[in-house]
């Protein structure tokens, strides 16, 4: 058998591998909420990977390195994550604070600081680490933040600071 076989079937078995997920080379800050969110996440993983191993020859394959590549994601995540303290100001910005600002068209934004594993931007939840979350963290009640968009720089004013 020539060596170009060889390689071509090396190649069709990598191909099956799913591409590992990149884990973020910022600090793992989460909230109370972010962590339990991280502990379904790895006990649901783990209940599926069980139902596909208990089929044994039956089990699919792909289904199956999907979820041990998640599985590595999500532990790792866990055992790295880092719980802040429950945000308790009214003044000050912090991982966790609802924060209510005005942009420059005077239209208010509410959003909350979180993990970057419980980020959902259409439920509010920013990541502290985005280009938002970096601008609002630590300013305080009144203040006035450049927030640094890759559209274009905004300056918005911080309203109101809620604890949660």
């Not at 910022?26 to 790895?42: F, H, I, S």
């Not at 000050?92 to 993990?115: M, N």
């Amino acid at each position: 058998m020539s060596r170009a076989f060889v390689n071509e079937d090396n190649a069709a078995a990598q191909a099956d591998q799913p591409v590992e997920r990149q884990v973020s080379a910022q600090p793992n800050y989460v909230t109370g909420a972010g962590l339990d969110l991280l502990q379904e996440k790895v006990a649901e993983l783990q209940a599926l990977h069980a139902q596909q191993s208990a089929r044994g020859d039956q089990a699919d394959k792909q289904l199956l390195a999907n979820l041990e590549r998640d599985l590595r994601y999500f532990h790792q995540r866990l055992q790295s994550a880092q719980v802040v303290p429950a945000a308790t100001s009214t003044s000050k910005v912090q991982i966790g604070s609802r924060v209510t600002y005005v942009d420059e068209q005077g239209t208010e934004h509410r959003v909350q600081l979180v993990g970057e594993d419980q980020a959902a931007a259409a439920k509010g939840l920013i990541n502290w680490g985005s280009p938002l979350g970096r601008a609002l963290l630590g300013a305080q009640l009144g203040d006035e933040v450049l927030w640094q968009r890759p559209a274009g720089d905004q300056l918005i004013g911080i309203v109101r600071i809620e604890p949660v």
